[in-house]
């Protein structure tokens, strides 16, 4: 996959470079997901000339003193590094005028990737905040994805089936009340047809979005405690039999069983069959 940076982002917009820095960690969490699921990040040739603050460019950080700078170094160099789409360019604007907006864009990232597989890096800028960007070749019109944070490059990335469920997971779900390091993958997405997992992941997401007080007084996820037979637990000989285990409910076959420390549902195994909660 192919994945190109809209150097347009960056027109020196930051009020200072501590805001553009900011800005940058969540580009590097994001060209880092690329970088391990070996995905291309193409770059302008000039790229390392644009503007951040209206009086330095991205060059002028190298020589800079500060220490957020000097954490960030490697991978401000990285940006300047190759692959470059100038040197295998797939547009063509002698064939075709591109615009974004109504503005001519030939010659940029962004008329690049509509010719790649639509999908660019912006940094933050008020041009260029939509998930999807509309360009305009003539009478064909496109919609790049925009990827401007982490959790957004993950849904996408999965969406095209660039990374794996669990990595999707860790990266969309970070830093909310649901766990995904315990799932085991007999029972977890290796189980699921593409159509189940978008019903786990909806439901999950759903789940994200209340509060504990809600999920539990919710009658369409139906939490409650998993109470079976000592003959009939599902986690006897588990490292998890001794736990109070919790189960919601997916669909009306469908569910999730794991257990809760403090705010956070640490997720273990999914059932698609419901013999499980028959039983409890």
Same mark, same amino acid.
């Given at each position: 996959?192919?994945?190109?940076?809209?150097?347009?982002?960056?027109?020196?917009?930051?009020?200072?470079?501590?805001?553009?820095?900011?800005?940058?960690?969540?580009?590097?969490?994001?060209?880092?997901?690329?970088?391990?699921?070996?995905?291309?990040?193409?770059?302008?040739?000039?790229?390392?000339?644009?503007?951040?603050?209206?009086?330095?460019?991205?060059?002028?950080?190298?020589?800079?003193?500060?220490?957020?700078?000097?954490?960030?170094?490697?991978?401000?160099?990285?940006?300047?590094?190759?692959?470059?789409?100038?040197?295998?360019?797939?547009?063509?604007?002698?064939?075709?005028?591109?615009?974004?907006?109504?503005?001519?864009?030939?010659?940029?990232?962004?008329?690049? /990737?509509? !010719?790649?597989?639509?999908?660019?890096? #912006? +940094?933050?800028?008020?041009? *260029? =905040? $939509?998930?999807?960007?509309? @360009?305009?070749?003539?009478?064909?019109?496109?919609?790049?994805?925009?990827?401007?944070?982490?959790?957004?490059?993950?849904?996408?990335?999965?969406?095209?089936?660039?990374?794996?469920?669990?990595?999707?997971?860790?990266?969309?779900?970070?830093?909310?009340?649901?766990?995904?390091?315990?799932?085991?993958?007999?029972?977890?997405?290796?189980?699921?047809? /593409?159509? !189940?997992?978008?019903?786990?992941?909806? #439901? +999950?997401?759903?789940?994200? *979005? =209340? $509060?504990?007080?809600?999920? @539990?007084?919710?009658?369409?996820?139906?939490?409650?405690?998993?109470?079976?037979?000592?003959?009939?637990?599902?986690?006897?000989?588990?490292?998890?039999?001794?736990?109070?285990?919790?189960?919601?409910?997916?669909?009306?076959?469908?569910?999730?069983?794991?257990?809760?420390?403090?705010?956070?549902?640490?997720?273990?195994?999914?059932?698609?069959?419901?013999?499980?909660?028959?039983?409890?």
């Amino acid at each position: 996959m192919d994945v190109v940076i809209n150097e347009l982002s960056l027109s020196g917009q930051y009020p200072n470079i501590e805001t553009f820095l900011e800005n940058l960690r969540s580009i590097v969490s994001v060209t880092a997901l690329f970088k391990k699921n070996q995905i291309n990040l193409y770059k302008n040739q000039m790229f390392w000339q644009r503007d951040i603050t209206s009086d330095k460019k991205l060059l002028d950080l190298i020589s800079i003193s500060h220490p957020s700078i000097t954490l960030f170094k490697s991978h401000l160099s990285a940006l300047s590094q190759p692959p470059y789409w100038e040197i295998d360019q797939k547009h063509n604007c002698e064939e075709s005028i591109y615009t974004y907006r109504g503005n001519q864009i030939c010659d940029t990232g962004l008329a690049e /990737s509509a !010719q790649r597989d639509g999908i660019v890096v #912006s +940094f933050a800028h008020d041009d *260029f =905040m $939509d998930n999807q960007l509309p @360009i305009q070749s003539g009478t064909v019109n496109y919609l790049l994805d925009n990827l401007t944070e982490l959790k957004i490059t993950a849904k996408i990335l999965w969406t095209k089936n660039c990374i794996n469920d669990i990595d999707f997971c860790h990266y969309f779900f970070y830093d909310t009340k649901l766990c995904f390091s315990e799932l085991d993958s007999s029972y977890g997405f290796d189980t699921l047809d /593409s159509t !189940q997992k978008n019903e786990f992941i909806s #439901s +999950f997401e759903m789940f994200t *979005f =209340m $509060d504990w007080d809600s999920i @539990i007084s919710s009658d369409g996820l139906d939490y409650k405690a998993y109470k079976p037979s000592k003959k009939e637990n599902w986690f006897t000989g588990s490292l998890y039999e001794q736990k109070q285990i919790f189960k919601f409910r997916i669909t009306q076959k469908y569910r999730c069983f794991g257990y809760r420390n403090g705010d956070i549902f640490h997720i273990l195994r999914f059932e698609i069959d419901h013999k499980i909660s028959d039983k409890g």
